[in-house]
Each structure stands twice: as structure tokens, then as C-alpha cells.
């Protein structure tokens, strides 16, 4: 038998044992089973190679709603290009927005900047390492700040994202559909190894992708779960098309109607959404690229 059949039928007896629900008998099976995932197949990514609370939190936003290898491609050059939240608090937003194309929601760079602003005037640079402090900062929630606490601090605290609820709606919830995250979170906290959360939540996650991999996405299972709409054609992709165009210098409705391609009304209705989260502004007949971070 080779270590991938060895692999498959561990996976499989995990999966007869969870379907009768949580016991002492499936945390240890389930445990088991994700650790020897991670052992064998864990994946090496960089912002798993540092504990720096900045590089974390720059890799989780990056990591909403987005593909790893497109945030594989950015990572590097945000990070040398803004070492530190002093750097990023300095930049411009042009020059973010510019840096930050292709990973897409381009609002998520303008939280960063304003991440970087806060930590810097209210922390004093230092990230703290509470869940529900770091909650409130722009654009990172709970989910996003369980991960920055359990992979910059190692704290073991308790969050869900995509792959880690895949593991759990596989294992423990085949057979149902419409499951809601207040179900899974016990299931969570109960099998977490609270003494190394770090490790524990990355054997999860890439556990998860390799789920995703073998059986489709179970996230489908969950009342959360919606399907993402068309991109191209998009307002998502109206909006991105408008960033782009406007670091590299302002433009007029008239020239945005002849370069992307779309109608004035429609156009009118996009840049209003994108005054009002400020991520343009409107000076006179042009538009340009907020200035105030």
C-alpha cells in the first residue's frame, strides 16, 4: 500500500467514525487525520514562514476572497514595497491601488491603508493580540482577526473561514444540507489544539483544499454559501477597470465612457459608489484616485 492509499483510507475511516457526531473516539480520529495531512502534504507558503503581526495581517486581507496563488503573486512585492505599517501609512493610495492590481475588491487596499493609519496613531505600530480588538479594525471582522491572533500570536482562539468549515460540513455534516455556522463553531472550538492553534489551523485549511480537491466544495452544504456571479461584464469589473485607469492619471466621464466601454448612466453609478467609499473623488469634471488614504 502506498502513502497516498494509506493516506485515503485514514481519510475515509475518518469520515465512517464523524458521521456518528462528535465523541472523544472522532476529535481523536479527526485530529489524527488532519495532522497526518499536514505532515505529509502541508502547503509552504511565505506568510507562513514569518510570526511578524504586519506580514500576517497583509496576507489575510489579501486572502479574502481570493485565490492562494494570486495572493502568491503579490505578496513579496507589497511587502518589500511597504515594509511596515509606518511604510504603508506613508504611501499614497495611488501607489497602493497600483501595486494591488489583479488581486481584485480593491477596497481591501484602502483598509490596509487605514489599518495602517490606526495601528500607527492609536497602537503606538504594535498589533495587539486580542481577537475582539483586532475585530474592529477596517475590513478584518472576526474571522480575519481569529486568524491574525492564531497566526501571529498562536493564541487559540476560534474562527471559521472557507476551508476550515469545508473540513467540518465533510466530516460531520454529509448528510445535511443549509447548516449554519452557529453549528459548526462548536465543533471547532471543541477539536482545536489549543496548544498549538497555529499548526492546527493551517493542517485545517490545506485539509480543506485537498477535500475541495477530492469531492467538490462542501461549502455548497452551508446556509452561508452563495454563488459568485459573473465577473466579466461585472459592476466588480466596471470598478476595477476605473481604478486602473485612474492611477495612472484623472479622466472624465467621457473618456471613461470611450475606454471601458460602458454607458454615462451606468458609469455615473459606479464612481457614485466609489465617491462614497472613497475610493475616488471628484475634482470639477475629473476623476481621480482619493487622496486621503
Not at 91 to 99: G, H, I, Q, T, Y
Not at 215 to 229: C, E, L, V
Not at 242 to 265: A, F, Y
Request: aromatic share 10%; net charge positive.
Amino acid at each position: 500500500m502506498t502513502a497516498k492509499d494509506r493516506w485515503q483510507a485514514s481519510l475515509e475511516r475518518c469520515e465512517r467514525i464523524c458521521k456518528e457526531g462528535l465523541s472523544a473516539r472522532s476529535k481523536e480520529v479527526l485530529r489524527r487525520t488532519v495532522r497526518s495531512y499536514y505532515r505529509h502534504y502541508g502547503r509552504i507558503l511565505p506568510w507562513r514562514e514569518t510570526t511578524d503581526p504586519y506580514n500576517i495581517l497583509v496576507s489575510e486581507i489579501m486572502l479574502q476572497q481570493t485565490q492562494v496563488d494570486r495572493v502568491m503573486e503579490k505578496y513579496h512585492a507589497f511587502i518589500q514595497r511597504y515594509p511596515d505599517f509606518s511604510a504603508l501609512n506613508r504611501a499614497s493610495l495611488r501607489s497602493v491601488f497600483r501595486l494591488w492590481q489583479g488581486l481584485g475588491y480593491n477596497r481591501r487596499a484602502r483598509c490596509l491603508k487605514m489599518i495602517a493609519r490606526h495601528v500607527e496613531n492609536e497602537w503606538q505600530g504594535l498589533v495587539p493580540a486580542d481577537q475582539e480588538r483586532l475585530s474592529c479594525l477596517p475590513g478584518v471582522g472576526m474571522a480575519t482577526a481569529g486568524a491574525i491572533a492564531a497566526f501571529a500570536f498562536n493564541k487559540p482562539v476560534v474562527f471559521i473561514e472557507t476551508n476550515i468549515r469545508t473540513v467540518f460540513l465533510h466530516f460531520f455534516f454529509a448528510e445535511r444540507d443549509n447548516v449554519r455556522d452557529v453549528e459548526v463553531m462548536p465543533l471547532i472550538a471543541a477539536t482545536l489544539d489549543r496548544r498549538h492553534p497555529r499548526t492546527w489551523y493551517w493542517a485545517l485549511m490545506d485539509l480543506g483544499v485537498e477535500i475541495k480537491r477530492i469531492y467538490g466544495n462542501p461549502s455548497r452544504k452551508s446556509a452561508h454559501y452563495t454563488k459568485q456571479s459573473r465577473f466579466q461584464g461585472s459592476n466588480r469589473y466596471l470598478r476595477g477597470q476605473i481604478i486602473r485607469l485612474l492611477t495612472r492619471t484623472r479622466k472624465s466621464v467621457p473618456e471613461l465612457v470611450q475606454m471601458t466601454g460602458n454607458g454615462t448612466r451606468r458609469l455615473h453609478s459606479v464612481l457614485k459608489e466609489l465617491k462614497k467609499e472613497r475610493l475616488v473623488e471628484q475634482k470639477g469634471a475629473f476623476y481621480t484616485i482619493a487622496t486621503d488614504g
